[in-house]
């Protein structure tokens, strides 16, 4: 670093250093809290014009009407603990105890109604507590207010942290994201968030996908006063420590400015508007071998690879009340564009190509109160996709395996336009101790899928030595010479269900329900998906809340074939396009596409296509949960819950008509077929057991939520796009999964100190997460590089001494034992983010004319400003978080870790600690 740039570094630090300190020094004491939140019925609809009471030890302090938008607000409220009683037509008598308020600190509490039914409906406040509810299970998360505020602004970081405290979910095919009742979509800007579900309500049999690692996204409606929210986020790299990926890595900065304005239309109706733009300057982690170095010791390139992108966000929200009609519609613009993708890791800066997103999300909600005991919630969404990309090179593709990939993109030319239509019609009625949820839905996808992928053909090399020998060593290279471009597809899936949730006893909750899902495109049409809960307090009476509940649930859970799946097939049938496949060709040139006459014209090419079994089935998970919650009194709450899952009908693909191969003596014994068929098949299997801890503790103004995860899973398939390693044997990859890190721990803290100080921090652990170790070598017959060696005896040729034995790269013959899969594990990782906010508040709004609770007198004035100063750092202790080892054993760089990790460790910028500054304005 230069001397200059070290001026800069330092004055940048010392700037930061004194507008920190400022910041704390200006701060305010207040000496009131207050209690805020929203109304709203089971659906999530908001219910305007309900009646509140707020209580202390049996006396009125407050009342209030909720607003057209379901809002309501106590202020100025003394530290201590209160009772909540909430009466609205055609919903049960609700009331809220034992809601703590703090000194300096807004409680936000969103209360949902049922709708009436004989019993009034009491609940305590569940922060130190357990529950009985199925919607209340002591493993969720709720987030809103300033926990949400001190989540990060990135969606890509914010969708990270919400992954890890989700955890990790049973099976291949991890999580699932929800936005206001509907899968997918891009995440609205945070300003628009009202709350944050995750983890709630598991067994339910209004969702499709296993609940356990399930996030539910609510979005905010209109407001009854004009007001709205200027934010803006700033990072540069000045702050942040380098990656250790990169020899030298250049400057960067991320900027953002959300704008969000919300109010009144008429008395009835209401809107909320938000924007958001993000500008990443981005960049990808190279750490390959260098191409042109023959020694026998290569060169490894560190570089940092410029990849920059930017994102726009659009959100508009409408509410009103038309009679008993709740009306709601809401649009979502998104675009993306994206510069220098597809480098990094392996892959040299001429596979990088250009890509572009935009799309339009549509919804439009009718709730209406049908009688005082029943409610329907009709919804309709129209998602509209377009997306492409454009290679930066177009020559042939290099490929030595384990060590780099340089030449034109195989992804070539693309683009998808997508014209899905979803219709959900939901039902809840109550009926003395029963709360029943009924519904249907439909959704249909409309596709056109523009691709020529594989068309500039691709050189495969399998060693180093073989690449750097060119001809006449052997190398395979695949091409598709394309007819047709263009694959179109309609596919449509259904389901209908029921859900009762039943206070059978006071000590007793029986939850039950049945689902029943259907797609066409594929044989298995009809799949049943039953679900059951059961929690039992024992010795409860009702009086009180409940010390301990014990939780027994069940149920199924399917996952449906995607849509581009299908495409896959349509544009590899061996008509739109023909793939070559040629081993050892009489042709070498890296810089031209090989012609499609002379790929014909070679006697030794071998074409693929891809094809789905006609026996194909649904992926179906069984799982069951037994679990123990507990209250620890002000010490806070304990979940213990233990799950299992078995997963069969996996999905993975399949080269069916490989040669047949000999496990016991690694030898192929079948001649190559004609054609190779991949097949998108359902034979996988996988057994998960985890142990879930789960504790929840508010203390005077700390708040802790921790989730430890212990997983144990073995699997046949890793997902759609895994390729058995024998084709005929499928079982043989029955190993340690390689989605199922052993061990994982998350929390979630907030302390609120005085002076309007909120200090937040998310932690999060994994160890012992499993990765593949191959040769790197096509020995089987399945047209992959994904053949296992075997244990060899030490010191042999051919074998390799590693942590996990001596490996032979060179098991043809030999009677050797071939290795499990996910033999190797990952080094653990491990990361922290922080938080510091501070709230100010300037201005004054007219005093209230309601008489204080607490003195009888004018309450104080309301503040007209509020700006809200965060400080955030993610990965504070600097920990270097990387992906799995590169697991190919005849790779110079067989072991190390060459990218950085992905998921809850991903970093939110190209520094390995970063700084970053937010301003969050309020009028």
Not at 780 to 791: D, E, H, K, V
Not at 891 to 905: I, N, R
Request: aromatic fraction near 10%.
């Amino acid at each position: 670093m230069s001397h200059y740039k070290a001026n800069t570094v330092v004055k940048k630090l010392a700037k930061s250093l004194l507008f920190w300190s400022l910041w704390c020094s200006a701060a305010m004491a207040q000496s009131t809290g207050s209690l805020a939140g929203r109304i709203e019925d089971s659906t999530g609809a908001v219910v305007p014009e309900a009646h509140l009471l707020l209580l202390q030890r049996g006396e009125k302090v407050g009342e209030r009407t909720s607003g057209p938008d379901g809002s309501y607000s106590f202020k100025d409220i003394s530290q201590g603990l209160y009772d909540l009683d909430v009466e609205a037509t055609g919903f049960a008598h609700y009331t809220l105890t034992g809601i703590s308020i703090e000194d300096t600190h807004t409680e936000e509490i969103i209360v949902r109604l049922h709708v009436a039914s004989e019993e009034q409906v009491t609940v305590t406040t569940q922060t130190n507590g357990v529950s009985l509810s199925s919607e209340e299970n002591n493993n969720a998360t709720v987030l809103k207010g300033s926990d949400l505020d001190a989540m990060a602004d990135d969606p890509d970081a914010f969708q990270t942290e919400l992954q890890a405290l989700a955890g990790p979910a049973a099976g291949p095919d991890g999580g699932q994201l929800y936005i206001d009742g509907y899968t997918g979509g891009q995440i609205p800007p945070k300003s628009s968030i009202l709350e944050v579900r995750v983890n709630q309500n598991p067994f339910s049999a209004e969702y499709d996908r296993i609940g356990y690692g399930r996030i539910d996204i609510i979005t905010k409606p209109g407001a009854v006063k004009f007001n709205g929210h200027v934010r803006a986020s700033y990072l540069n790299s000045a702050l942040n420590t380098s990656n250790s990926l990169a020899s030298i890595q250049p400057d960067y900065q991320y900027y953002s400015v959300p704008v969000d304005v919300a109010g009144p239309i008429g008395k009835k109706a209401s809107y909320f508007i938000a924007t958001q733009y993000w500008q990443r300057q981005n960049q990808n982690f190279l750490r390959a071998v260098d191409p042109n170095d023959t020694s026998a010791a290569p060169r490894v390139l560190n570089q940092a690879l410029a990849a920059p992108y930017s994102t726009t966000t659009g959100y508009s929200r409408l509410d009103g009340q038309v009679g008993k009609h709740l009306l709601q519609a809401q649009w979502i613009f998104f675009r993306m564009r994206r510069t220098g993708a597809g480098t990094g890791g392996l892959n040299l800066p001429e596979q990088g190509y250009n890509s572009s997103d935009i799309e339009n999300f549509f919804q439009a909600k009718d709730t209406m109160i049908l009688s005082p005991s029943a409610l329907n919630e009709l919804s309709l969404r129209w998602v509209r996709m377009r997306t492409s990309q454009i290679p930066g090179n177009t020559k042939p593709a290099v490929t030595v395996q384990g060590s780099f990939v340089t030449g034109g993109s195989t992804s070539g030319y693309a683009s998808n336009h997508q014209d899905n239509l979803e219709l959900h019609d939901y039902m809840t009625y109550t009926s003395g101790s029963h709360v029943m949820r009924m519904g249907v839905l439909g959704r249909t996808y409309r596709v056109a899928d523009y691709s020529n992928s594989g068309s500039n053909g691709n050189y495969l090399f399998q060693s180093l030595a073989d690449y750097h020998a060119a001809q006449p060593k052997p190398y395979i290279y695949t091409a598709t010479v394309i007819t047709n471009p263009l694959a179109r597809l309609l596919q449509f899936d259904g389901a209908l269900f029921f859900q009762d949730e039943w206070r059978w006893k006071p000590s007793l909750n029986l939850s039950y329900g049945l689902r029943v899902e259907g797609q066409n495109r594929v044989h298995d049409h009809l799949n049943w998906a039953p679900r059951l809960g059961l929690a039992w307090s024992p010795r409860y009476k009702g009086n009180s809340a409940p010390k301990t509940v014990i939780h027994v649930a069940g149920g199924i859970f399917y996952n449906r074939a995607t849509p581009a799946m299908q495409i896959q097939t349509i544009h590899n049938n061996g008509y739109f396009q023909r793939n070559y496949i040629i081993r050892n060709p009489d042709f070498y040139d890296p810089d031209h596409p090989i012609s499609p006459d002379v790929l014909a014209g070679e006697t030794a090419s071998t074409p693929f296509i891809y094809t789905l079994d006609s026996k194909f089935r649904i992926s179906r998970n069984v799982q069951a949960a037994i679990g123990v919650d507990r209250s620890l009194g002000r010490f806070g709450s304990l979940n213990v819950n233990y799950l299992y899952t078995r997963g069969v009908h996996q999905y993975y693909t399949n080269n069916v008509n490989a040669p047949a191969f000999d496990p016991s003596t690694y030898t192929i014994i079948g001649p190559t077929p004609s054609t190779y068929n991949y097949q998108f098949q359902s034979g996988g299997d996988f057994r998960q057991h985890q142990i879930i801890v789960t504790s929840n503790t508010t203390y005077k103004k700390l708040t802790l939520h921790s989730v430890y995860t212990y997983n144990h899973a073995r699997a046949n398939t890793q997902g759609v796009n895994y390729f058995p390693s024998i084709s005929h044997l499928p079982s043989l990859d029955y190993g340690r999964a390689a989605f199922a890190p052993a061990h994982q721990l998350e929390a979630f803290l907030t302390y609120r100190a005085p002076y309007r100080i909120t200090f937040t921090a998310i932690a999060t652990v994994e160890a012992q997460r499993p990765y593949n170790i191959t040769i790197g070598n096509d020995l089987t017959g399945n047209n992959q590089s994904n053949a296992r060696p075997t244990f060899g005896v030490c010191g042999a040729p051919d074998v390799v001494s590693t942590p996990y034995g001596c490996l032979d790269t060179n098991p043809v013959g030999k009677g050797e034992k071939i290795v499990p899969y996910g033999l190797g594990t990952s080094p653990t990782s491990a990361t922290v983010h922080v938080t510091l906010n501070r709230v100010f508040n300037f201005g004054e709004r007219a005093a209230s004319t309601e008489p204080s609770p607490q003195h009888n007198a004018a309450s104080k004035p309301i503040p007209r400003y509020t700006l809200t100063m965060i400080v955030g750092a993610t990965n504070i202790l600097n920990m270097v978080n990387l992906a799995p080892p590169n697991g190919v054993l005849g790779s110079p760089l067989f072991g190390q870790q060459l990218v950085p990790a992905s998921g809850a460790f991903a970093l939110s910028s190209p520094g390995n600690r970063t700084v970053y500054f937010t301003s969050y304005f309020s009028f």
